[in-house]
């Protein structure tokens, strides 16, 4: 016993020296931490050569000091030859390394702890190999993270540019985590590559979960590794790498998985409640940001009875999942006055879960893990998630809330976490099928001529010469043929300074290629002359100061909207430049998409999505257009689908973003009435952190225009706020912001509705088609919410998560009214649970309900 025990000290302590001697020759290796600042993280951009940051500012480093002996003869390093517009960051992903045999890496970790283990793949062209070749598997110390993987299959059906697949390890007892990959033997010229790995040290923060179903059984984790697969704060908003609480994770929005048109409503935790850690709920399980705000099933009682909150996942069959419940009840205090049920696919996960008797007090964070096998079976590739108030516990609200929330899948007995690759859907196939069509790939023509013979490689390179020579004949043709006549007369009426216009614009555009080439598509003039008809004036859709827009058809087919910048336009140059900068970043529901872009021959043009059904503005003041008016419901979910890209700006991107032309020209309509917003070319990056606002000229619409913006030049959020407060006002009354023929007191929107909502008679302002659609409560809840955002200062007006969450309630209160209390009816007997619900939202206000000015009715 001995003997064995000395044997195993100098082994342990012969691992410990080389382990110190490696990272004292290394300083590779001290990738991140310092004294006193725990176990080091690892981020590596493969094959990069030089250190790195990408757009959260950590520094990433080269990975070659890591690769194991003889991996380097096996691998190459390859830039990508494209950069996808919704790459977050070039860093790490356009740096490959490239295996064509099993290769492996080593990183020296700690032996206890669970390691998060992050592979960041974007499958583009790397130097001469097809994307579509890349199938490979990876293991990792035993365990098999990927089998016979294809990153081009996977993004395509998932209709991401790039993949992060993020594990969870066991913890590695050797100290050594070995990282292998593998080309599959299946495959012909298949290939593996990897371009960024980060490895963060944690705790291990899974135990046992309980297993839905079975409440008396649990699944112990130990010894299991897992894959994260969905991580979303629920009701809230995008949480950055930076803004996690040690682990760099990244929490989403929970909205794309949420099931059926009865979302719940969000909340956001008030100023004066504190959320802290407990000994049960410590830091590194998830930031503090996640339980500030929630999402809840809504006010109305009889509503939330009949209805499942309920979320859907996609998960490959054959596997335990563990799903983690992030809970914290900001907004009440007792036992039993929120109770509910939670439903894991038609399952009992738990019966009266009560969030204050869990955590013990008002914002103290809990969190609850349940485990469920999904077999495989028709349907059965989906994990459901639904909670329902507990009605046989009898709680003081009929409602729920939730968080936060982690999928999981648990490793299987053989320690493999793999699954088959995903099936993109025949529609996607086919549509992308014809674009492939009109745009030949090389990669497909490289295929055909394989096993050719000679004289057939030097047909084909005759017929392309051919067909780029005759493409470039067109182009030549239709450079010479573009003209500016076209444009209404007021742009053709400045001809001397035309030869400087001309090289500005010319200087401008080059800056533009360079700025967009890598973040979109780039159009041929020839494809948007093509698609317009060459301008042709019957195709015009829209009119702009500096800017027409084109209805268009492109890739066989589709409808786009082009918007054609004034040729003599400097000002439209500087617009459509920020324009590409901001969308080309941005993907959201409710935000207009941006294709592509056209620079060539002194033309300059944006291509976006069509938007079948015009602006907001035809649609509420359509007199003399031949378009139908807009019903209310209509008119306030379209609010709320503006207000939701609006709070997007403000908070869900990366950096603030302030669109600083809010109007109802500029919210735009899909085929089904989706809120899109539009127009970003006067759009700013908020002010820095240090920072209160931005100091910039004056830009906007006149009648939308915030007044302390317009004296102080100083620019914040609540500039949009402003001048979303005068859409809604014009959105219920139906006239524009400005009307010059009106009397001289009337002829500002916000003016007026200030003064009519301040004597009680706004009511008479409203749109006559609207008579009798609008409920009381509603009516008062959507006024007061618009006057509060026509404050004259900035610091009165709510914020855009306010304004939306507030509208969501006007909704509720529109489509329920018989189930909801108001101030009038308090007091009166025969509605309790409305009375309470009322009370609850009270509590629930991000705008402050006690000031003045409240109390606007119909009559």
Known sequence: MISSHLSLSSSSSSLAFFLLATFASNPILALSGGPGQGPKSYFLSCGSSRKAADSDGRTWVPDSAFLVPPANSVSSTSPALSQDPSLPSPVP???????????????????????????????????????????????????????????????????????IKEYVMSPVESGILNLTFSPSWDHAGAYAFINGIEIVPGEDMFKEATMVGFSDQAVNTDGASLENLFRLNV???????????????????????????????????????????????????????????????GPDPKVNRNYNLTWVFQVDANFTYIARFHFCDYLLTKVNQRVFDIFMNNQTAQESADVIAWSGSRGAPVYKDYAIFVADGDGDEELWVALHPSVSMKPE???????????????????????????????LVEAEDRAASFAPSKSSGARLVIGVVFGCIFGFIFVVAGFLLLRRTNNQAIRTNSHV??????????????????????????????????????????EITRATKNFDESKVIGVGGFWKVYLG?????????????????????????????????????????????????????????????????????????????????QRLEICIGAARGLHYLHTGAKYTIIHRDVKTTNILLDEKWVAKVSDFGLSKTGPELNQAHVSTVVKGSFGYLDPEYFR?????????????????????????????????EQVSLADWARHCQWKGTLHEMVDPSLEGQIDEDCFRKFVETAGKCLSDRGSDRPSMGDVLWNLEYALQLQLNPEGTATPATEGCQGNKDGHDHYAMHRKMLGLDEEEGGGGIGLD
């Not at 099993?102 to 190999?129: E, I, W």
């Not at 979302?263 to 504190?274: A, L, P, W, Y």
């Not at 320690?415 to 859907?425: K, T, Y």
């Not at 200087?507 to 973040?519: E, I, M, V, Y």
Request: hydrophobic share 35%.
């Open 712 to 744: 102080r030049q100083q620019l914040t959020e609540k500039s949009d706020v402003y001048s979303f407060g005068v859409v809604l006002f014009e959105v219920l009354c139906g006239r524009p912001a400005l009307n010059p023929s009106l009397p001289k």
């Open 397 to 427: 609200y009929y409602d729920s809330i939730l968080n936060g929330l982690e999928i999981y899948k648990m490793s299987d007995t053989s320690l493999n976490l793999a699954g088959q690759n995903p099936v993109p859907s025949k529609m």
């Open 553 to 633: 058809i492109i890739d066989g087919g589709n409808k786009v909207a082009i918007k054609r910048s004034n040729p003599l336009s400097e000002q439209g140059v500087n617009e459509f430049e920020t324009e590409i900068e901001m969308l080309s970043k941005l993907r959201h529901k409710h935000l207009v998409s941006l294709i592509g872009f056209c620079e060539e021959g002194g033309e300059m043009a944006l291509v976006y999505d069509y938007m079948a059904n015009g602006t907001l503005r035809d649609h509420i003041n359509s007199k003399g257009k031949n378009r139908p008016m807009l019903a209310w419901n």
């Open 235 to 297: 009701g809230g908003q995008y949480i950055g790498p930076t803004r996690d609480s040690g682990l760099t994770r990244t929490w989403y929005d929970d909205t794309p998985y949420l099931f059926g048109a009865a979302t719940g409503v969000t909340s956001q935790s008030d100023k004066n409640v504190t959320i802290g850690y407990t000994a049960d709920t410590p830091e590194y399980i998830a930031p503090l940001d996640l339980y500030s705000t929630a999402r809840t099933m």
């Open 93 to 163: 992903y356009m740096s490959a390394r490239i295996f064509t045999s099993p290769a492996s890496y080593d990183f020296p970790v700690p032996s206890k702890g669970r390691l998060f283990l992050r592979l960041y793949l974007y499958p583009s062209t790397y130097g001469t190999l097809n994307p579509s070749d890349a199938f490979f598997g990876v293991t990792a110390n035993g365990f098999t993270l990927l089998r016979n993987f294809s990153a081009s299959i996977t993004a395509q059906a998932l209709t991401q540019a790039y993949i």
């Open 485 to 526: 006549g076209n444009w209404l007369p007021l742009y053709g009426s400045s001809r001397t300074s035309g030869s400087r216009t001309a090289s500005s614009r010319s200087t401008a555009s080059s800056h533009l290629s360079s700025l967009a080439g890598g973040l979109c598509r780039h159009f041929s003039l020839y």
